[in-house]
C-alpha cells in the first residue's frame, strides 16, 4: 500500500529531526528533577530515571501510532501556517498562567478569530490584507481534530499508566496544617506522522479512498513526522494516584470524544466551527474547575488518624513493598506495640531489629497481618513513608504561577519555623 511504504520511508527522518533528541533531553530533566525532589523531601529515591525516561518513550510510542493512525485515517491535515499561530497564542497565554500550555485554550481563541474574520471582507490595507488571507485560510475543523485527538491519546496514555509516575509531597492547606498529597506528572514523547497537503502528483502521495480525507478538500498529500511532547501534570490531597489518574482520564477522554465530534459537524456545517471553538477552550477549563472543586470539596486521604499512623507512599523494593503494604493504609501496631507517632514506631521496630509484625487497616477497613525479616541495608523504616505530623520541619509551596515564575521557581524545603 502507497500509505504503508510512505510510513517506512519518514520513520528514518524522524530520527533526523533535531526535536526528537531536546525531546528525550526534555524527558531526562524532569524525571531528574522530580528523583531529586524525592531525595530532598525523603531522602529516598521512589523512582528510577532510566526505568521513567524508558517507560515514557514506549507509552509515548504507542501513543504516537494510535494518534497518527486516527488522523490518517480521517484525512486531518496538518497546516504548518495555522500550528505556528497556535503555538504563538499558547506562548503569550502562558505568560497569564502555566496551565494554559494546553492547546484546547489557544485552539478555542485561534478557531474564534478566523471564525469572525471570515464573515468580513479583507481589508484594503497592504499591512491587514496578507494577515487576513492567511488567517482565512486556516482550516479550523482540522486544528480542533488533531487537538482532540491527542487529548484521546492522552487520556488512554493516563489510563495506561494511572499514576504510577506519581511522587508523594507535603503541602499546607489554607488553615495552616500539614498533610500528604501527590504530585502527578507524567510526560510522554509521542512520534505523529501528519499529513500535509503538497498539491504535486508527482511526490509521494497518500491516498486511501474517494471518500477519503473526512477533513478538508481532496487533494495530494504526504505524511510529515513530528515528534510532540504530550505532559499531564495534577496535584491531589483525596484520592490516591491510580483513582485521580482514571477520574482525569475519563474526563479527557469524553472531552476528546465530544471535540472530535464538533470538528466533524464544523467540517460539514462551516457556522459550527464557532461553537466547537468555544467548546474546545470552556470546556477543558470547565474540567479543571471541576477537579479543584472536588479536591476543596472532599477531606484529605493522607492524614493520620487518632489511633495509627497513615501511610503515604512505600519505597520500590523496601521490606514494607515485601510485605504488601499500600499507600493509604494505616498501621495500628508493630511488633504488637501500638503507634500513633513516629517516635512511637521507631520505638516499636526496635524491639525485634531482625524480624518485625505489622497489624495494618488497609483501605476497605479489614485487618492485615503482615510480618518480613530484617537485613543490613534495609531502609530504617521498612522503606514507610508516613504522612506528615506536627513536627514535620519541611513542605511543598504549592501556588498558580505562570511561564516565567515556573523557571524560575527552585525545589527547596520550606520551614515551618522560619
Known amino acids: 500500500m502507497p500509505i504503508l511504504q510512505e510510513l517506512f520511508m519518514q520513520i528514518g527522518t524522524l530520527f533526523l529531526q533535531p526535536l526528537f533528541y531536546i525531546g528525550i533531553l526534555l524527558l531526562v530533566l524532569q524525571y531528574r528533577r522530580q528523583i531529586q525532589l524525592e531525595r530532598k523531601l525523603f531522602s529516598a529515591r521512589i523512582h528510577s530515571l532510566s526505568q521513567e525516561v524508558i517507560l515514557s518513550l514506549a507509552y509515548g510510542f504507542l501513543g504516537g501510532v494510535i494518534a497518527s493512525a486516527f488522523m490518517?485515517?480521517?484525512?486531518?491535515?496538518?497546516?504548518?501556517?495555522?500550528?505556528?499561530?497556535?503555538?504563538?497564542?499558547?506562548?503569550?497565554?502562558?505568560?497569564?498562567?502555566?496551565?494554559?500550555?494546553?492547546?484546547?485554550?489557544?485552539?478555542?481563541?485561534?478557531?474564534?478569530?478566523?471564525?469572525?474574520?471570515?464573515?468580513?471582507?479583507?481589508?484594503?490595507?497592504?499591512?491587514?490584507?496578507?494577515?487576513?488571507?492567511?488567517?482565512?485560510?486556516?482550516?479550523?475543523?482540522?486544528?480542533?481534530?488533531i487537538v482532540a485527538i491527542l487529548h484521546l491519546v492522552e487520556g488512554i496514555l493516563i489510563r495506561l499508566q494511572a499514576g504510577k509516575q506519581a511522587t508523594p509531597l507535603f503541602v499546607e492547606t489554607k488553615r495552616g496544617k500539614l498533610?500528604?498529597?501527590?504530585?502527578?506528572?507524567?510526560?510522554?514523547?509521542?512520534?505523529?506522522?501528519?499529513?500535509?497537503?503538497?498539491?504535486?502528483?508527482?511526490?509521494n502521495s497518500v491516498q486511501i479512498g474517494s471518500w477519503w480525507p473526512i477533513f478538508g478538500a481532496a487533494t495530494t498529500f504526504s505524511l510529515f513526522p513530528v515528534p510532540v511532547l504530550i505532559g499531564y501534570s495534577e496535584l491531589t490531597t483525596v484520592y490516591s494516584p491510580y483513582k485521580k489518574s482514571k477520574i482525569s482520564a475519563n474526563y479527557l477522554i469524553i472531552y476528546s470524544t465530544l471535540l472530535l465530534v464538533m470538528a466533524f459537524l464544523a467540517e460539514r456545517w462551516a457556522p459550527f466551527q464557532f461553537i466547537a471553538s468555544i467548546f474546545a477552550g470552556l470546556a477543558h477549563e470547565g474540567i479543571h474547575l471541576w477537579g479543584k472543586r472536588k479536591e476543596r470539596a472532599l477531606p484529605p486521604l493522607y492524614v493520620h488518624p487518632t489511633d495509627g499512623l497513615k501511610i503515604l507512599a512505600v519505597i520500590p523494593n523496601s521490606p514494607a513493598d515485601r510485605m504488601g503494604v499500600k499507600a493509604g493504609e494505616v498501621i495500628k501496631k508493630v511488633n504488637g506495640m501500638q503507634v500513633t507517632t513516629r517516635t512511637e514506631l521507631y520505638d516499636a521496630l526496635q524491639l525485634q531489629p531482625a524480624f518485625t509484625k505489622l497489624e495494618v487497616i488497609n483501605e476497605a477497613g479489614h485487618v492485615k497481618l503482615v510480618q518480613h525479616s530484617l537485613y543490613a541495608g534495609d531502609h530504617h523504616q521498612l522503606g514507610i513513608l508516613l504522612a506528615p505530623d506536627d513536627k514535620a520541619p519541611y513542605y511543598i509551596e504549592v501556588k498558580d504561577t505562570n511561564l516565567l515564575q515556573l523557571l524560575k521557581q527552585k525545589v527547596t524545603k520550606v520551614s515551618r519555623s522560619a
Open 179 to 203: 498533610i500528604g498529597g501527590y504530585s502527578i506528572q507524567s510526560f510522554w514523547l509521542a512520534p505523529l506522522f501528519l499529513l500535509v497537503a503538497t498539491g504535486d502528483v508527482t511526490m
Open 72 to 145: 490518517v485515517g480521517l484525512g486531518v491535515v496538518f497546516q504548518p501556517n495555522g500550528m505556528w499561530l497556535l503555538w504563538l497564542i499558547t506562548g503569550i497565554l502562558t505568560l497569564f498562567h502555566i496551565r494554559f500550555l494546553c492547546l484546547s485554550y489557544s485552539t478555542g481563541i485561534l478557531g474564534l478569530l478566523v471564525s469572525m474574520i471570515q464573515l468580513f471582507p479583507s481589508p484594503n490595507s497592504s499591512f491587514l490584507q496578507p494577515i487576513w488571507i492567511e488567517l482565512k485560510s486556516i482550516h479550523v475543523p482540522s486544528l480542533i481534530a
